[in-house]
């Protein structure tokens, strides 16, 4: 029975949305203080840390756009922010990277948990595009060359004609608000299947090990 | 159902309920934070020790004052129709049908949807926008004046006989009936070195020029910008795509699909571009669909990584070991 039903009231827009936000993801398993005691590995910090590097290569990017295009190229500070984000993203990459692996040797799709894999697998492919535009929207030798090597793949399979890499103005706005909200919303999908279906049992365990 | 199938269902594993296990304290939100933490302190170290690559752009007026005779062999090229982008095809334009995936023409799928005609646009447009130069002027007007099949004669006998020059030295060319050309390549190169290329080719027809397709174009069909990237270690064979100047780590995660471009058969293909992406989007798709195919999704029962993460729990759970 949904909350609105036990209320006894006509379901309205808002009573709907709750009861469909309460089903998916049950008060109690947003922020859990408890997790399977099989949760005992130093494998599981690298979800969070990506999560926790995600954060920082928005933040050190919001300073740096809020700089401009070319902030970074004359300002010794611009070029620290510039630093960070890069560094930031190296380090986004190794530790999603290690999460990727160690799920896959978890086998971590087993008991419906397939969506959360191929979310996972999406947020990983969507941030190598949103790298790489970041590569192109550097407007220095790098993006130079960068853009005209990339350009013959994506021309390739017909999509240069509409992902043009060799406009910076193009490639600048995916970046900084186009992928990043795909990523994002990747991301909150991938998060939310995560803690609707909590952390995956060790392979073999069965119903009599749960208690 | 048949004696034979009873027990391989009987069989099949099933995981449980991840929330009826035993519990143990667990504190997400302090684990998010120290987390953010340790890698707040992590990109602050790396950023100060390492700080990160900013190697300038080449400027067209660099290139003239570098490599003049490449901007004078690439203008004429331009104008013979033997340049990389005049024969590209789409999506700049319809000189060639482009890379085919087996039987699919994709880039031609695509369709030209960036128009380019490189000697029209990369060099006499530009050119027909400078005044008080009056032997441009006659240069181009000549040059406008011919056929079609003129201009192809003048210009590909002057390439050869830049390409057969030292060092591609106009001045050391031989006599030959080139019309125009040489007149016209000189004014590129004097045009190029004043800096006032790159407006013509961006922003001529707006004030706003954010679109870098014609000037990018130009300096991707000479040879001074892979000299230059070819000594930095970027070229296409050089693991050039996920590397950057200077020590720093690139895109790492790009080795698998610049990894293609080193090994045959894609390595000397025609179609290397299009066969790359498409294994590579049929990997992706298998990555994605890992959990629905089988024999890939059983590896990890097979290869037994999973005892170390769960070790504690194999331990209190021998029967599972």
Same mark, same amino acid.
């Given at each position: 029975m949904t909350a609105t039903e036990a209320e006894g009231g006509t379901p309205t827009w808002t009573s709907r949305t709750r009861d469909r936000v309460s089903r998916t993801v049950p008060p109690g398993?947003?922020?859990?203080d408890r997790q399977p005691? @099989?949760?005992?590995?130093?494998? @599981?910090v690298f979800g969070v840390v990506s999560l926790a590097s995600l954060v920082v290569v928005i933040a050190t990017g919001v300073v740096l756009a809020m700089g401009g295009v070319n902030w970074w190229h004359v300002s010794s500070v611009g070029h620290f922010v510039n630093s960070l984000h890069l560094w930031s993203v190296e380090l986004f990459f190794a530790f999603m990277v290690i999460h990727l692996w160690g799920k896959f040797w978890m086998a971590a799709w087993r008991g419906n948990r397939q969506l959360t894999w191929m979310t996972g697998v999406l947020a990983f492919v969507g941030s190598i595009g949103t790298a790489f535009t970041g590569y192109l929207s550097q407007s220095n030798f790098d993006s130079q060359w960068i853009a005209g090597q990339a350009k013959d793949g994506l021309n390739a399979v017909g999509v240069g004609a509409y992902f043009?890499?060799?406009?910076p103005g193009q490639m600048l706005l995916w970046h900084v608000a186009l992928l990043p909200l795909v990523l994002g919303a990747i991301v909150v999908i991938h998060v939310v299947l995560v803690r609707r279906h909590g952390v995956v049992p060790p392979i073999d365990a069965e119903e009599g090990d749960a208690q | 159902m048949t004696a034979e199938t009873a027990p391989r269902r009987r069989a099949r594993r099933v995981t449980p309920d991840s929330h009826s296990f035993p519990t143990r304290r667990y504190d997400l939100v302090k684990e998010f934070v120290v987390a953010l933490v340790v890698v707040v302190l992590l990109t602050v170290v790396l950023a100060a020790a390492f700080s990160s690559p900013d190697e300038k752009a080449i400027s067209l007026s660099t290139w003239a004052a570098q490599a003049p005779n490449d901007v004078i062999a690439t203008a004429t090229g331009q104008l013979a129709g033997t340049t990389t982008s005049a024969g590209y095809g789409p999506p700049y334009n319809t000189a060639a049908t482009g890379q085919m995936l087996g039987p699919l023409p994709l880039q031609k799928w695509g369709g030209v949807r960036i128009p380019v005609d490189s000697a029209q646009d990369l060099v006499l447009t530009p050119l027909s926008r400078v005044t008080g130069n009056d032997a441009l002027t006659a240069a181009l007007s000549q040059w406008n004046a011919a056929s079609s099949d003129q201009q192809t004669q003048w210009a590909t006998a002057y390439g050869t006989a830049l390409s057969n020059a030292p060092d591609g030295d106009p001045k050391q060319v031989a006599s030959g009936d080139y019309g125009p050309v040489p007149a016209i390549s000189a004014a590129f190169l004097t045009l190029a070195g004043t800096g006032g290329l790159e407006g013509s080719l961006t922003s001529a027809d707006t004030?706003?020029?954010?679109?870098?397709t014609r000037p990018l174009l130009l300096i991707s069909d000479g040879s001074y910008l892979e000299d230059q990237a070819r000594a930095r270690n970027l070229g296409g064979d050089q693991w050039g795509m996920m590397n950057e100047t200077g020590n720093y780590p690139g895109q790492p995660w790009m080795w698998l699909y610049t990894f293609?471009?080193?090994?045959?058969p894609f390595k000397s293909s025609d179609n290397a571009d299009a066969l790359v992406w498409g294994l590579m989007m049929l990997l992706t798709a298998g990555l994605l669909l890992l959990p629905f195919i089988p024999g890939l999704r059983s590896i990890p029962r097979w290869i037994p990584v999973h005892r170390l993460v769960w070790r504690d729990w194999y331990r209190d759970h021998p029967r599972r070991r």
């Open positions: 398993q947003w922020l859990p005691a @099989y949760v005992s590995s130093w494998i @599981y043009n890499v060799l406009n | 004030f706003f020029g954010a679109d870098q293609w471009y080193q090994i045959e």
